[in-house]
C-alpha cells in the first residue's frame, strides 16, 4: 500500500512531529504536565493525525519504530522544559502506547533507556494505555504493567468506558490514573445519561485510590460539571488543543 511506504520513509525522513496538549489542575487551573501526541508533517498531504496513520502503523509493525521515537523525543522535551523552568514545579509528561508495543518484550528497556538518555524523573512519565489493549491478554498486562511500574513511571488507563475492563482487573492493575473517554465527557450537559457515567467513573477511580482525569473538556460548563463531581485533572480545547512544543513553551513558562 501507497501510504504505508510513504510512512515508513517519513519515520526514517524525520516528518513525525509531536504536538503536546495541557493536563490541567480542575480545581487550581495550573498545567501540571502535558500529554504528547503524534503527527505527520506530510510533504504533499500536510498535516496528518493520528488516526489517518496510527492503525497502519500498528498493523504493518511499524508502530514499534514510531512508539520508540514518540518516547525519546517526548521524555527530551520533558527534560528541556524542566531544565529551563527551575523554581516551578516540574512538568509531567503522559505518552500513548499502542497495543502491540505493550507486548512488545523490549518494551521495558525502550522506556528504561529514553529515561536515562534525558536524565528524565521516571516519576513525571506517564504511560497510557487503552482498556482495549488491557483486556486483550489481562494476565500478560499485569506482568508488563508491574515491570513497567518497578521502573517508577506512572500508568493510566486511556478511553475508559469505551472497554470492557472489570472492576476486578482495575483492582489488580497498578494503575495510578484513569482517563474518561471523551465520548462522556462531551456529553455532559446533553441531558442524557453521561453524567452518571462520568460521575461513576471518578468516584471508581477514587475508590480505588487513582486520580481521575477527563478527556475532551470543550466547555466551561463541563469544566465546572467535573469540578464539582471531583474530578482531578482535565485535557480538551477550552484549555488548548494539542500543540507544537515552541507554541507551548509559553503555556509552560507562564506557570506560577
Ligand atoms: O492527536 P489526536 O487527538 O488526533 O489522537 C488520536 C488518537 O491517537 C488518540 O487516541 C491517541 O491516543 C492516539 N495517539 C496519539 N499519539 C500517539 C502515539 O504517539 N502513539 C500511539 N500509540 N497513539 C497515539
Ligand atoms: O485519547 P487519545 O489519547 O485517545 O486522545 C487524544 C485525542 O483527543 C487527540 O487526537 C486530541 O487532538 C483529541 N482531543 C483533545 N482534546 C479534545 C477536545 O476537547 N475535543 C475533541 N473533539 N478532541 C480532543
Ligand atoms: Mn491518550
Ligand atoms: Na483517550
Redesign the pocket.
Known amino acids: 500500500m501507497r501510504l504505508l511506504g510513504e510512512l515508513r520513509h517519513g519515520i526514517e525522513d524525520g516528518q513525525l512531529r509531536v504536538?503536546y496538549q495541557p493536563r490541567m489542575n480542575i480545581a487550581t487551573n495550573i498545567a501540571i504536565g502535558v500529554e504528547?501526541?503524534?503527527?505527520w508533517e506530510h510533504p504533499t498531504r500536510g498535516l496528518l493525525?493520528?488516526?489517518d496513520f496510527?492503525d497502519l502503523a500498528e498493523e504493518s509493525g511499524l508502530?514499534r519504530g514510531?512508539?520508540a521515537w514518540?518516547l525519546d523525543e517526548a521524555v527530551q522535551q520533558g527534560a528541556q522544559w524542566n531544565r529551563a523552568s527551575s523554581g516551578q514545579a516540574p512538568v509531567g509528561m503522559a505518552?500513548?502506547?499502542?497495543p502491540r508495543?505493550l507486548v512488545d518484550p523490549q518494551l521495558t528497556g525502550i522506556v528504561q533507556a529514553a529515561l536515562a538518555r534525558h536524565s528524565f524523573d521516571p516519576s513525571l512519565l506517564i504511560l497510557?494505555i487503552t482498556e482495549t489493549a488491557l483486556m486483550e491478554n489481562p494476565e500478560m498486562a499485569l506482568k508488563v504493567l508491574t515491570a513497567l511500574k518497578a521502573l517508577g513511571v506512572g500508568l493510566a488507563i486511556?478511553?475508559f468506558g469505551t472497554g470492557y475492563a472489570s472492576l476486578t482487573y482495575l483492582k489488580h492493575f497498578p494503575i495510578d490514573e484513569l482517563k474518561i473517554d471523551r465520548s462522556f465527557v462531551s456529553g455532559l450537559g446533553a441531558g442524557n445519561g453521561d453524567y452518571a457515567i462520568v460521575s461513576s467513573c471518578i468516584q471508581l477511580a477514587h475508590a480505588v485510590g487513582i486520580r481521575a482525569v477527563a478527556e475532551g473538556v470543550e466547555t466551561d460548563y463541563q469544566r465546572s460539571t467535573l469540578l464539582t463531581m471531583g474530578c482531578d485533572l482535565a485535557q480538551g480545547f477550552h484549555y488548548s488543543r494539542?500543540l507544537a512544543p515552541d507554541l507551548l513553551a509559553d503555556w509552560i513558562t507562564a506557570r506560577p
Open positions: 504536538h504528547a501526541l503524534v503527527r493525525q493520528p488516526g496510527i508502530i514510531l512508539g514518540v505518552v500513548n502506547l499502542s508495543q497510557e486511556d478511553d494539542p
